[in-house]
């Protein structure tokens, strides 16, 4: 079995709302300082989706990462875990309809999505913001 390098980084939150490029849709900007193994991110400790049709969540990191997920059932392509290139925004796209409407994610660095997942099964994610929450 291969050793796993994965490294948690740390969340900050700004307690600034997400942005919201399109006046819907909500992005995340992730800033990730490797050195101190931090994660700055602009959100507040709970964000909503909305209740539009063809809702989505952006994410874009400065370094590649991959993010971990509380609930992936969110999703309409639910992977517990999704890759981010460095400055390369990623798309994922939200269900109409849950029965488990939330989700919270971890940052780690230095691994693949098949690493990370067997380094953070779901039920190891940090219950802490940012709260993806699907109305």
Same mark, same amino acid.
């Given at each position: 079995?291969?050793?796993?390098?994965?490294?948690?980084?740390?969340?900050? /939150?700004?307690?600034?709302?997400?942005?919201?490029?399109?006046?819907?849709?909500?992005?995340?900007?992730?800033?990730?300082?490797?050195?101190?193994?931090?994660?700055?991110?602009?959100?507040?400790?709970?964000?909503?989706?909305?209740?539009?049709?063809?809702?989505?969540?952006?994410?874009?990191?400065?370094h590649?990462?991959?993010?971990?997920?509380?609930?992936?059932?969110?999703?309409?392509?639910p992977?517990?875990?999704?890759? /981010?290139?460095?400055?390369?925004?990623?798309? /994922?796209?939200?269900?109409?309809?849950?029965?488990?409407?939330?989700?919270?994610?971890?940052?780690?660095?230095?691994?693949?999505?098949a690493?990370?997942?067997?380094?953070?099964?779901?039920?190891?994610?940090?219950?802490?913001?940012?709260?993806?929450?699907?109305?």
């Amino acid at each position: 079995m291969p050793t796993i390098t994965a490294t948690k980084v740390t969340k900050v /939150l700004d307690h600034q709302p997400a942005d919201r490029p399109d006046g819907k849709n909500l992005r995340f900007d992730i800033k990730i300082k490797p050195s101190e193994s931090t994660a700055r991110i602009h959100s507040r400790e709970e964000e909503s989706v909305g209740t539009h049709k063809k809702r989505k969540v952006t994410f874009c990191a400065d370094h590649d990462c991959v993010i971990v997920f509380s609930n992936p059932d969110v999703f309409v392509d639910p992977e517990p875990a999704v890759s /981010l290139t460095a400055h390369k925004a990623t798309d /994922l796209e939200i269900k109409d309809t849950t029965p488990n409407p939330f989700t919270f994610f971890d940052i780690l660095t230095g691994t693949t999505v098949a690493d990370a997942t067997e380094a953070m099964p779901q039920e190891m994610i940090t219950r802490n913001g940012p709260k993806i929450v699907v109305p």
